[in-house]
């Protein structure tokens, strides 16, 4: 007898019937998943076809581009484009908002086509991670700038890893695992774990003193009880939480000894990188914070490319620290 797994495409025609809801969405979510595909496939040639290395560009924030991140790109841009159903998308490799389908178009899209660039010389898992909003179909439209409680959905593959973690409103967090066909299958719900045995610590620990005083030391109060893993792609090391439990930070860098690295802003980007995982954490029962203690999915933001601080994972972890981040001085 063939064992046959749920596709992804099944569970989600099944979600959107349950629910009375359009097939807009499958499209849309059709034409994010080839992208993934594609992606894969690049990644995992990469080495042998020369596609691992610098792209010799260098972006708007002053970041090396790789061909990784241009190819990614373009695969992306490819897709959200035949899928009709996008309005305009934002995505770290582009300066500018990108207009797709501004008439018929539905859904707007915030991605980061390759996230964890570090790893790409390696092979090494980097992540597709994207946030879906909806535009206003009932009165008029207030453009894009949607906070993260807003989205409709948000979602990450880990790549070349084949795993595909997509969080929905109101509906739970779901992973999926590519099979032999490249189809994404074996829908399994992820709820953050309450028993604290498995919980894991992640940050740049290179960074830590230069964190702001009352986060060092709650990491210093802290880190010995939990154990500490750090891959560097931030859809890497969300995926180990979101399995164990525990805590991803990015602080603000806010005590470099050289004042122009400081960053209090945060380096992680809101809409496509924050904002994304803090949907599919409340989707699993987790939450996260920004350097203030404000919920991540509560922040509107005022630019497409505004970063933020994170405090990312386990409700109980990440509210205590955001008491510590509430306290002033
Ligand atoms: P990107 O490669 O898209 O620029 O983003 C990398 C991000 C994120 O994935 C990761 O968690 C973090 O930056 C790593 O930063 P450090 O190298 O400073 O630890
Ligand atoms: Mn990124
Ligand atoms: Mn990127």
């Given at each position: 007898m063939i064992r046959f797994e749920q596709t992804f495409m099944n569970f989600l025609l099944q979600h959107q019937e349950k629910h009375n809801r359009t097939y807009h969405f499958l499209i849309l979510m059709d034409a994010m998943i080839n992208a993934a595909r594609h992606i894969q496939h690049y990644y995992l040639t990469g080495a042998l076809k020369g596609n691992l290395g610098l792209s010799g560009a260098v972006n708007v924030q002053d970041e090396d581009v790789m061909q990784m991140d241009q190819i990614a790109q373009e695969i992306t841009i490819h897709y959200l484009k035949s899928s009709g159903r996008v309005i305009h998308a934002v995505s770290e490799e582009s300066d500018e908002i990108i207009q797709i389908n501004p008439e018929g178009g539905r859904y707007f899209v915030y991605f980061d086509p390759l996230d964890g660039s570090s790893n790409i010389p390696h092979g090494l898992p980097v992540g597709f991670m994207f946030g879906i909003a909806k535009r206003n179909l009932d009165g008029p439209e207030d453009g894009h700038l949607r906070p993260g409680k807003d989205y409709i959905a948000a979602g990450m593959f880990v790549i070349p890893t084949g795993t595909f973690t997509l969080g929905l409103k109101e509906a739970g967090t779901w992973r999926f695992h590519i099979d032999e066909t490249m189809t994404f299958v074996r829908p399994t719900r992820m709820v953050l774990p309450e028993d604290t045995k498995t919980w894991e610590l992640s940050f740049n620990a290179s960074n830590r003193y230069t964190y702001a005083e009352r986060v060092q030391k709650w990491i210093m109060e802290n880190e010995s009880k939990y154990a500490f893993r750090y891959l560097g792609a931030l859809a890497g090391d969300f995926h180990r939480v979101l399995t164990n439990g525990g805590m991803f930070m990015y602080p603000a860098i806010v005590n470099h000894p050289n004042p122009k690295k400081n960053r209090p802003e945060g380096k992680?980007?809101?809409?496509?990188?924050g904002a994304v995982v803090a949907f599919m954490c409340r989707e699993a029962g987790g939450t996260a914070v920004n350097e203030e203690g404000i919920?991540?999915?509560d922040i509107q933001p005022s630019k497409h490319h505004q970063r933020t601080a994170l405090y990312v994972g386990s409700k109980k972890l990440v509210e205590d620290v955001a008491t510590v981040l509430r306290k002033k001085g």
């Open positions: 992680l980007r809101l809409m496509y990188e919920p991540i999915l």
